[in-house]
Nanobody, 118 residues
Framework: VQLVESGGGWVPPGGSLRLSCAAS????????MSWYRQAPGKERELVAA????????DYADSIKGRFTISRDNAKNTVYLQMNSLKPEDTAVYYC????????????WGQGTQVTVSS
């Protein structure tokens, strides 16, 4: 299993970024995908999640209405569209998936840095 994030960078407050996570090594459409983030000195937190078919999504309260998670199962890619970015959104963003078999296995990408500052 390989998860490769891209799309991070610097953006001023109020700006937008779109993160991508290209997945390989498993049947992409069968697994839910998630985005997490970790700011300096803070614990890693769940930002958004999407079901395998892309029908169901869930968001952290702190980003509701500003971020949108989506996926393209034909491209084995999950996205995170981030709008109205705030300095407190600065973090390393990670793509994540968890297998449904036993024992469950959790996979992470290498992360992509998002910096929101003026």
């Amino acid at each position: 299993v390989q998860l490769v994030e891209s799309g991070g960078g610097w953006v001023p407050p109020g700006g937008s970024l779109r993160l991508s996570c290209a997945a390989s090594g498993f049947t992409f459409s069968r697994l839910a995908m998630s985005w997490y983030r970790q700011a300096p000195g803070k614990e890693r937190e769940l930002v958004a999640a999407i079901s395998g078919a892309g029908v169901t999504t869930d968001y952290a309260d702190s980003i509701k209405g500003r971020f949108t998670i989506s996926r393209d199962n034909a491209k084995n890619t999950v996205y995170l569209q981030m709008n109205s970015l705030k300095p407190e959104d600065t973090a390393v963003y990670y793509c994540n998936t968890r297998t449904t078999g036993w024992p469950p296995r959790v996979y992470w990408g290498q992360g992509t840095q998002v910096t929101v500052s003026s």
